[in-house]
């Protein structure tokens, strides 16, 4: 469960608050869409969730961990449980489909054979499997934004957040991304758009 109590964000710089006094629970397995204006606090909310930006004030709650306690060692740990699926896909161009996926793992420090058993089955779930030893500058936009999000979920991670993952495809592209995060979502995985 992800829970916001009363949080706020303000940017230092310009002393104005991305987020004022925020209340709001995400259970286990929702399927959550985070909708407003440009500017209205979405991405600040996104980088509260992953820890890259602590509370100015309240409380901030992801699977029974205080987020703003988490020491610099734990970090690492807690944002292993998140999967990221950016609007720029974020893939090694030197690397083919299987690389990217399996890179993910690598440096979570899995076997060869968790590696071997997973990647596959992440692929299989995006529909790329005839695509493992192609490049990402062999792919179409939506290819490499199925493959950004077999990265983020080769792992198993509880939460899963796309941040804008249709923002440059197009609408056929973006009706079977949206598809594809819903059976993700219903395999029993939150996800938050």
Known sequence: MIYFDNVSKMYEKN???ALSDIN?????????????QSGAGKSTLI???QSELIPTNGKLVVNNIDTSTLSSRKLP??????????QDFRL????????????????LGKS????????????????????AKSYPN??????????????????????????????????QNSIQIMSLLDTINKQGTTVIV
């Open 138 to 171: 062999q792919l179409s936009g939506g290819e490499q934004q199925r493959v950004s999000i077999a990265r983020a979920i080769v792992s198993r991670p509880p939460i899963l957040i796309a941040d804008e993952p249709t923002g440059n495809l197009d609408i």
């Open 92 to 107: 090694l161009n030197n690397k083919t489909v299987y690389e990217n996926v399996a890179f993910a793992m690598e440096i």
């Open 24 to 36: 709001l629970i995400i259970e286990d397995y929702e399927f959550v869409f985070l909708i407003g």
């Open 77 to 86: 740990m807690y944002r292993r449980k998140i999967g990221m699926v950016f």
């Open 47 to 49: 980088k509260l969730l």
């Open 112 to 131: 060869s054979s968790v590696i071997k058993k997973n990647v596959p089955y992440a692929l299989n779930l995006v529909g790329l499997e005839n695509k």
């Open 15 to 17: 002393g104005v608050y």
